[in-house]
């Protein structure tokens, strides 16, 4: 499936389909009603990567947080709960030391810049959130050049880089040094397809031979380690730095966390500094992830397989085809029968039984995404109000 462009997505699918791009929405904004279950009845939302609290329910579990241990405050970015988190994400992927960053962006750019000194060629995936969606800071911020290679596509090969490296010299007069290898995994723009581990690998072993560094936009890579069945660290080892989202599924309101060597993440506090990214206090984004990383590989795990469960069922009701995308991970096709009305099929899922999800296009098709939410009703609860709603 070609990678998803957020401007032509939004035109086809509709604004209902916003949440897939975007952190949160109000549900009304996709002209949905007002829910008429039963006061307490949990939200499913089959969009989106993990839970993403409203202020009340953010405020309570906070509250929950500090009744069980006393949340310690961190000052620009020291001590208190934000050093237990980078501690926490140190052992996570395996790397030296880690550092919050107030966004993805900033993690992305920083690392790639350090990382390549005076280097200035950096080799990106075209459908990476570091070549399209990031406003052209490597080049307009820190002087580097992204060199996008496999159009249109998840990922490139080993093969691929060496050629486009090795060909430098064939079609450039003066020689610039390439410093970087920056890889999205999974990629949001290709729908959450995954860069496969045996592929990492042999671009890291390639890069290394050949000093070049390399990053991991990690944003999503529980989602990779999910589907994947591999772990946080085994991705990690193959790169120099990892940047990992705090907001996505951790429920964090916003941060990062960028993990790296002592020699890299040194370097970051004066470049936060000097980019205006230093704030006084990140305590609330820190100890917010610090609760929700207990327990999450499981619950996610459970949340894939009550999503097979729920999809296996559905697949069973005449009119509905539910279909994972080609290396996807948490992003499932639905297509409807072209009898079935599917806006009113949304608006009967939410107002009846307070399930949420992108509206169908005017090819009946759209996209539902397996997170945690899936779990706080049982999947018969799920298929049958499918099947009552259709």
């Known amino acids: 499936m ?20 975007a952190p949160f929405i109000p549900a009304n904004a996709a002209g949905l009603s007002t829910p008429q279950t039963a006061p307490g009845t949990p939200l499913i939302k089959f969009w989106g ?26 000052r620009y970015g020291i ?9 926490k994400f140190c052992e996570i992927t395996g790397k030296e030391k880690a550092i919050y960053m107030p966004s993805g962006t900033m993690a992305n750019q920083m690392a790639i810049a350090v990382l390549s000194g005076n280097n200035t060629k950096v080799f990106v995936q075209d459908t990476s959130h570091v070549y399209r969606d990031e406003a052209d800071a490597a080049q307009s911020v820190f002087g580097k050049r992204l060199m996008p290679l496999a159009k249109n596509e998840p990922y490139f090969t080993a093969q691929q880089l060496q050629e486009a490296v090795e060909n430098i ?16 995994n999974p990629v949001r723009r290709s729908n959450g397809q995954m860069v496969p581990l045996y592929e990492i690998r042999k671009i890291s072993t390639y890069c290394r031979s050949n000093n070049i560094r390399m990053h991991l936009d990690g944003a999503r890579i529980y989602m990779a380690t999910t589907w994947a069945g591999n772990t946080v660290k085994e991705y990690a080892a193959c790169f120099d730095t990892i940047y990992i989202s705090l907001y996505k599924y951790l429920g964090a309101s916003g941060g990062a966390i960028l993990c790296g060597d002592k020699t ?44 097979e469960e729920i ?4 697949n069973k009701i005449p009119g509905i085809k539910i279909s994972q995308l080609p290396g996807g991970t948490n992003i499932y096709g639905i297509e409807l029968g072209k009898n079935i009305d599917g806006k009113k099929l949304q608006q009967t899922l939410y107002s009846s039984y307070n399930i949420q999800m992108p509206r169908p296009n005017e ?10 939410t899936l779990l706080y009703q049982p999947a018969a609860y799920v298929t049958e109000a499918f099947r009552k709603s259709m």
Do not use: C
């Not at 999809?311 to 559905?314: A, I, K, P, T």
């Open 169 to 184: 010299p064939n079609e450039e007069v003066f020689a610039s040094g390439t410093g970087v290898v920056s890889i999205e």
């Open 79 to 87: 001590g208190g709960a934000i050093e237990a988190l980078e501690k």
């Open 311 to 314: 999809f296996s069922g559905l």
């Open 49 to 74: 990567d993990g839970e993403m609290f409203d202020p009340d329910d953010y405020l309570n579990v906070l509250q929950k947080v500090q009744a069980a241990a006393a949340i310690k405050p961190d």
């Open 2 to 21: 070609a990678p998803v462009n957020r401007r032509r997505f939004l035109q086809t699918y509709g604004l209902a389909t916003l949440p897939v791009l």
């Open 363 to 372: 090819n009946n098709y759209s996209q539902l995404t397996v997170n945690e």
């Open 264 to 307: 890299v993440i040194d370097k970051m506090p004066h470049l936060i500094k000097i980019h205006g990214g230093s704030m006084y206090g990140n305590w609330t984004n820190a100890a917010m992830a610090l609760h929700r990383l207990e327990g999450l590989e499981t619950r996610l795990s459970d949340a894939k397989k009550r999503g």
